[in-house]
T-cell receptor
Framework: DVKVTQSSRYLVKRTGEKVFLECVQD?????MFWYRQDPGLGLRLIYF???????EKGDIPEGYSVSREKKERFSLILESASTNQTSMYLC?????????????FGSGTRLTVV | GQSLEQPSEVTAVEGAIVQINCTYQ??????LSWYQQHDGGAPTFLSY????GLEETGRFSSFLSRSDSYGYLLLQELQMKDSASYFC?????????FGAGTTVTVRA
């Protein structure tokens, strides 16, 4: 089974801090994604990457950046955390040649910015 | 951009059938997916429809009409463990865009 592991389940950070959310997948998937999930809004795509060092903006990239230096690791960076970035962050991976159309999600990081 | 609409809540009794509708407006469309998410858990993939018609996987079925920009997820023989949120999602090349989700509550 593909595993997508997010480094922290819960995080509390202060406004203005630089925050790193880490995601690692173990099945050599090319595509990785960062979503945030808020009640009533579903999952919204922040950034995605289809190859090492490649990144594309999603629907809500403002205030975020990403890094993909190795295929298995995709990091989400909050350059200067703000209270409106308090949310559940979900990482996912997918292999377009893997025979499935489904993304595999991590368990999420619940970030609170105070 | 993408816009997806699905009902926010559905309640049903054990053994019943529930249909969750999803309508979408998209700039690009490869297919419609469905995901299940239990409270506190990760979304898990249920089904994918790229072509019109019904796809059946055990107690769950998913339907797509591309001409109507419409799909649904059918949950049959409801069980308590089916209480969860269900999301439709449109696949556009690499990306998935999700609806706001439907919370299904199963009562005994």
């Amino acid at each position: 089974d593909v595993k997508v592991t997010q480094s922290s389940r819960y995080l509390v950070k202060r406004t203005g801090e630089k925050v790193f959310l880490e995601c690692v997948q173990d099945m050599d998937h090319e595509n990785m994604f960062w979503y945030r999930q808020d009640p009533g809004l579903g999952l919204r795509l922040i950034y995605f990457s289809y190859d090492v060092k490649m990144k594309e903006k999603g629907d809500i990239p403002e205030g975020y950046s990403v890094s993909r230096e190795k295929k298995e690791r995709f990091s989400l960076i909050l350059e200067s955390a703000s209270t409106n970035q308090t949310s559940m962050y979900l990482c996912a991976s997918w292999d377009p040649d893997g025979g499935t159309y489904g993304y595999t999600f991590g368990s999420g990081t619940r970030l609170t910015v105070v | 951009g993408q816009s997806l609409e699905q009902p926010s809540e559905v309640t049903a009794v054990e053994g019943a059938i529930v249909q969750i509708n999803c309508t979408y407006q998209t700039s690009g469309f490869y297919g419609l997916s469905w995901y299940q998410q239990h409270d506190g858990g990760a979304p898990t993939f249920l089904s994918y429809n790229a072509l019109d018609g019904l796809e059946e996987t055990g107690r769950f079925s998913s339907f797509l009409s591309r001409s109507d920009s419409y799909g649904y997820l059918l949950l049959q023989e409801l069980q308590m463990k089916d209480s969860a949120s269900y999301f439709c999602a449109v696949k556009d090349d690499y990306k998935l865009s999700f609806g706001a989700g439907t919370t299904v509550t199963v009562r005994a």
